[in-house]
């Protein structure tokens, strides 16, 4: 069994910046940032090994950076240049994930 608490999230205006954390209750080999928009399926946005490698989707290549403390079962998601596209409640999880596991997701939203 294990729990992820996600913060961070806000309302932002495009082309800024917010910094996600996700709080494991135990360590992940392969932890997950993933978003879920309004009327559209779960998806994966990145993720990163202890061992620090790292997958991105393509639409978030060069503006997203994800990282992560192993000492306190904790990932960071870095994100700049924010489009109204990138709306989303934004979830943390393994890779694979666990789907009895999901926590409530953290909001973000890009507008104006």
């Known amino acids: 069994q294990v729990q992820f608490v996600e913060s961070g999230g806000g309302l932002v205006q495009p082309g800024g910046s917010l910094r996600l954390s996700c709080a494991a209750s135990?360590?992940?080999?392969?932890m997950g940032w993933y978003r879920q928009a309004p009327g559209k399926q779960r998806e994966l946005v990145a993720s990163i090994t202890s061992g620090g490698s790292t997958d991105y989707v393509d639409s978030v290549k060069g503006r997203f950076t994800i990282s992560r403390d192993n000492a306190k079962n904790t990932a960071y998601l870095q994100m700049n240049s924010l489009k109204p596209e990138d709306t989303a409640v934004y979830y943390c999880?393994?890779?694979?994930?666990?789907?009895?596991?999901w926590g409530q997701g953290t909001q973000v939203t890009v507008s104006s």
């Open positions: 135990r360590s992940i080999f392969r």
């Open positions: 999880n393994s890779r694979p994930p666990i789907p009895p596991y």
